[in-house]
């Protein structure tokens, strides 16, 4: 039999990149890591073949030679994935769904005909053998989480490296913390497991063997969830791995009490970690209370993040609006906190009930719910009825993207990250992709755009102060065209107000 493992294409928001991945000749940032993930566990029942629609369309040729279709999806990526669906459905194409999209909501979807929900290293094999019998039943479910030495080393080889920014590989599933409106721990439980690391070096040197040489994303949502084992286990083996076998740098998502750790910031930074991705949220106190962000709470913020962007490590931070106890202060106070801390990609959104949450089901509860959650927290609405008026939450939510995205506001805050930063321990040779994005951000930026003051500013600046962080600068003013972009689709009735200087 045949299977084509289709990932959805996503919606353009501030994770997509798009607009940046331009500059770079690449079409999407990372490859679908879980599809390669179960491909190994299907190879003896398929001939396989994976089709990113991130990369690439969908073509009549590859439902014409499937007799199955692997469909896994993000919520953001929904309308998408039933396009998908509804094009396997006309073709005769059997659909198999799993991923987070269906393991809440996998009652919404008509048109698959088995559900692979959960863990896949738990779930798959039974579906496999039914379907093997001839008795495959739609919906193949379970309560255990997988123990990751199950998990094969991904089928790297079937993604077109070359259209990708960044590998990725996985090292821990769970988070010990339980946020209230996170799906992580409903997904992946509050125990963090953790790949045995021999099995994460065998992934990197797969990767090296197939000729990547760039940046890998840890997928984790909490890399330093379980830091014992990360602190004894898997950052020795990658400073090691470095020494012997890099340069390769990573990047990933941590919480911010990782920065109580000096020792562990400096093992991070080593070990090539080069950027992490952190939840702030609010800088409300009552509001982290109320959401049960205990991490975040009797803690200074902004030293914390300094302490890691210090060590080399730059930090990107989520943002969330719209918690019940916040005023209508809490718009400007945003502001000023991430001006503060010098967090260049601050992704802002307005907070959404996703399915499986506390939050959702409290809410519910409550009788707040409106609709099912989109996962793409850009677009100024949610789910559910907010204390706060929601003409204000929109109002004040346009008005925070305006000022933070503004050139003469996102400039600014990028200095202060460069004030501040010191250059990584482990570094990436310049290639023909990053001379290829300097020079089309020289026109595109510096020339042709309304934030070229702003843009050679910064370059001038950064050879003054900083001249061993160009590349880091060139790179940071890219991604700030592209988050520009995204306000200006969202929120075109501030358009010129986000092209122009704010004071």
């Known amino acids: 039999m045949k299977a084509v493992l289709i990932y959805p294409k996503f919606p353009d928001t501030f994770w997509s990149l798009k607009h940046a991945l331009k500059f770079v000749g690449k079409h999407a940032y990372t490859p679908p890591l879980g599809l390669m993930t179960i491909a190994p566990l299907l ?6 073949r994976l089709v990113d629609l991130n990369v690439r369309p969908l073509r009549r040729s590859d439902l014409a030679w499937a007799d199955y279709a692997f469909i896994s999806a993000m919520q953001v990526q929904e309308e998408s994935a039933r396009q998908i669906i509804a094009r396997c459905n006309a073709s005769g194409v059997k659909v198999v769904a799993g991923g987070p999209l269906f393991t809440h909501d996998h009652e919404r979807f008509d048109g698959v005909n088995h559900f692979v929900l959960n863990e896949a290293e738990v779930v798959l094999p039974q579906f496999l ?17 997988a123990e990751l030495r199950e998990s094969p080393v991904p089928r790297f080889d079937l993604s077109s490296m070359k259209h990708y920014v960044s590998m990725c590989v996985q090292y821990s599933r769970g988070c010990p913390f339980n946020c209230e409106f996170c799906d992580v721990t409903a997904l992946f439980g509050r125990r963090p497991r953790v790949k ?35 602190k004894h286990q898997l950052l020795p083996a990658l ?8 340069p390769m740098t990573f990047c990933s998502q941590a919480s911010i009490d990782l920065a109580d750790d000096p020792e562990l910031i400096d093992q991070l930074s080593r070990a090539g970690f080069t950027t992490l991705f952190i939840g702030i949220e609010t800088p409300d106190t009552d509001a982290l209370m109320a959401c049960k962000k205990g991490q975040n709470i009797n803690r200074d913020m902004l030293a914390d993040i300094h302490r890691i962007q210090s060590a080399g490590i730059e930090v990107q931070g989520g943002f969330i609006v719209g918690f019940d106890n916040e005023s209508p202060s809490i718009f400007r106070r945003q502001i000023n906190f991430i001006q503060s801390s010098g967090i260049v990609s601050a992704m802002v959104g307005i907070l959404q009930a996703i399915s499986g949450t506390r939050l959702y089901q409290r809410l519910r509860e409550e009788g707040r719910l409106l609709s099912v959650a989109t996962g793409n927290n850009v677009a100024d609405v949610t789910n559910f009825i907010t204390t ?11 008005y925070l993207l305006k000022n933070l995205y503004a050139p003469k506001t996102y400039y600014r ?6 004030s501040r930063y010191q250059r990584p321990k482990v570094r990436l040779p310049i290639d023909r992709h990053q001379i290829q994005a300097f020079c089309r951000s020289v026109v595109r930026l510096g020339i042709l755009g309304r934030e070229r003051l702003q843009y050679w500013r910064l370059l001038f600046w950064t050879l003054l102060h900083r001249p061993k962080a160009l590349n880091t600068a060139v790179t940071l003013a890219i991604l700030g065209h592209h988050y520009r972009r995204i306000c200006q689709k969202y929120f075109r009735g501030e358009r010129s107000a986000l092209s122009a200087s704010e004071d």
Not at 129 to 145: C, N, S
Not at 239 to 246: D, H, L, P, S, V
């Open 129 to 145: 053998a039914d379907l093997k019998e001839g008795r495959a039943g739609r919906l193949y479910t379970t309560d255990r989480f």
């Open 43 to 48: 190879e003896k029942h398929f001939e396989l």
């Open 239 to 246: 400073i090691e791995w470095q020494r012997t076998n890099g």
């Open 388 to 398: 706060m008026d929601a003409q204000t939450l929109r109002d004040g939510y346009a």
């Open 413 to 418: 805050r990028l200095r202060v990250f460069l």
């Open 196 to 230: 045995p690391v021999e099995h994460v070096i065998a992934e990197l040197n797969r990767l090296k063997e197939l000729g990547w040489r760039g940046q890998v994303f840890f997928v984790d949502d909490n890399i330093v969830g379980n830091r014992r084992d990360v």
